[in-house]
């Protein structure tokens, strides 16, 4: 069975303006899938559905066979990392390392163990020598993996980045990309929401496309971005960095 499932979801924030209409689509164990389609498409409120902030008015979101939809933000947290689009600590003069042990202190972990934890997060994420700094003194791109490895510490089997490379330059981009790609060949599966056809075609192994809270296309980017049609209706972006 696919690691994580919507079936038939719909959902309104509003109970006249229905955003999601039956939704079906599936994310499969290991791959890095994107999700694309223009602004207002649903992109992010799929997302805030698989972390259980709303919840669907009808069907069901499964993760590993199992119907999580009345499942806790807390309890969905344990298995869904979500890493919102502008981290939210930019300024925050806490230590890296505070930081990141943070969600597990917020466990009540014995401190050995989260010591343990934070340290091997710390090197995967290329952060072990900036761990006695304060997260302000961070380049864009460092504090984006910083949010990611806050995130990491919790052992997620998948992580959903809403837009990961917005506003990033050339450098950052493929900072936290090659980063990506490589906890996923670790083992994590890998959801972003992006606008990004260079990211789809060198990271994603499938994109969803959606329109109006439909999917519009679920297919191997390469054969997505040559649909004219589709690429129009989910205004997909060139890279500015790379033109
Ligand atoms: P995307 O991430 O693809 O840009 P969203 O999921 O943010 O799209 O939004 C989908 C639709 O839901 C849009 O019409 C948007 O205006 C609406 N919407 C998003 N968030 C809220 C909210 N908190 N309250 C009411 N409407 C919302
Ligand atoms: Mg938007
Ligand atoms: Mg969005």
Not at 98 to 116: T, Y
């Amino acid at each position: 069975s696919p690691l994580l499932e919507l079936r038939e979801v719909s959902f309104g924030y509003d109970r006249d303006k229905e955003v999601l209409h039956r939704l079906s689509m599936t994310v499969n164990r290991g791959e890095m899938l994107a999700i694309a389609g223009r602004n207002g498409a649903g992109k992010s409120t799929v997302s805030k559905l698989i972390c259980g902030f709303y919840r669907p008015s009808s069907g069901t979101i499964l993760l590993n066979g199992r119907d999580i939809s009345r499942d806790t933000i807390k309890e969905r947290a344990e298995k869904i990392g979500f890493v919102t689009q502008n981290p939210n600590h930019m300024i925050s003069k806490t230590l890296i390392y505070d930081e990141i042990a943070l969600g597990l202190k917020l466990r009540g972990i014995p401190e050995d163990i989260i010591r343990g934890r934070v340290y091997e997060v710390l090197k995967v994420c290329g952060l072990h020598e900036l761990r006695e700094w304060p997260v302000s003194a961070l380049s864009y791109g460092q504090k984006k993996r910083v949010t990611i490895a806050s995130i990491l510490v919790l052992e997620p089997e998948v992580i959903i980045l809403d837009e990961p490379t917005a506003g990033q330059d050339y450098r950052h981009y493929n900072e936290i990309m090659e980063f990506l790609r490589g906890l996923n060949s670790r083992g994590i599966t890998v959801i972003m929401i992006t606008h990004d056809m260079h990211l789809m075609l060198e990271y994603a192994q499938r994109t969803i496309v959606l329109a109006d809270g439909k999917k519009l296309a679920d297919d191997r980017p390469e054969r997505i971005l040559t649909d004219r049609a589709v690429v129009e209706r989910a205004n997909l972006k060139e890279t500015s960095l790379f033109t």
